[in-house]
């Protein structure tokens, strides 16, 4: 009887010291800044497009200034963004627009059709297949958007509205 109290005794301090230093340890790390920061490239893309067949990745983003914009279709602002993107196409400077949400194919299509992005050449949309863009920026409102200069190196990240006049002028100030 004496032997398993000693053993129970001693299996407690060990379960609440290593706790202790875990909490210690933990106190004094730093975090970590969110993936974007630490790496101002562009994020890995995957994207599967509208005709639910062809992968769309960071490797095809062509050699120009870059607006990634991750966005829901039933998201009000990103609404707004797209009757924006499509009213302002024919200002639009040479700049790729990847847009990139987690929604299914059909209501992107959806959504692309309902806002005539079809009609905006810079524009490809893609369902982000593996979830890779919001942790990597920690995304917590939408749209987000992160503009890259031509180099592919990070300009700014933007949640919530900003004006595609704003975003366009940033990547003329910044983009090249």
Not at 13 to 34: F, I, N, R, V
Not at 124 to 137: A, I, Q, V
Not at 153 to 172: D, V, Y
Request: with cysteine; net charge neutral.
């Amino acid at each position: 009887m004496v032997p398993r109290f000693f053993l129970a005794v001693f299996a407690f301090l060990l379960l609440t010291g290593s706790a202790g230093a875990q909490s210690d340890s933990a106190a004094t790390q730093q975090p970590l800044e969110p993936p974007y920061k630490r790496f101002p490239g562009l994020p890995p893309i995957d994207l599967l497009l509208i005709d639910s067949s062809t992968v769309f990745t960071t490797e095809q983003v062509k050699k120009k200034p870059v607006l990634l914009m991750v966005f829901d279709p039933n998201c009000h602002h990103c609404q707004m963004t797209a009757e924006e993107l499509y009213n302002e196409r024919a200002k639009l400077p040479d700049v790729q627009i990847v847009m990139a949400t987690m929604e299914t194919v059909s209501r992107m299509r959806a959504f692309r059709e309902k806002y005539h992005l079809e009609a905006v050449p810079q524009v490809l949309l893609g369902k982000d297949r593996f979830y890779l863009l919001p942790p990597f920026f920690n995304i917590s409102h939408l749209p987000f958007m992160a503009l890259y200069n031509k180099k592919h190196e990070l300009i700014g990240t933007f949640e919530g509205s900003l004006s595609i006049p704003k975003a366009m002028e940033l990547l003329a100030a910044k983009g090249n």
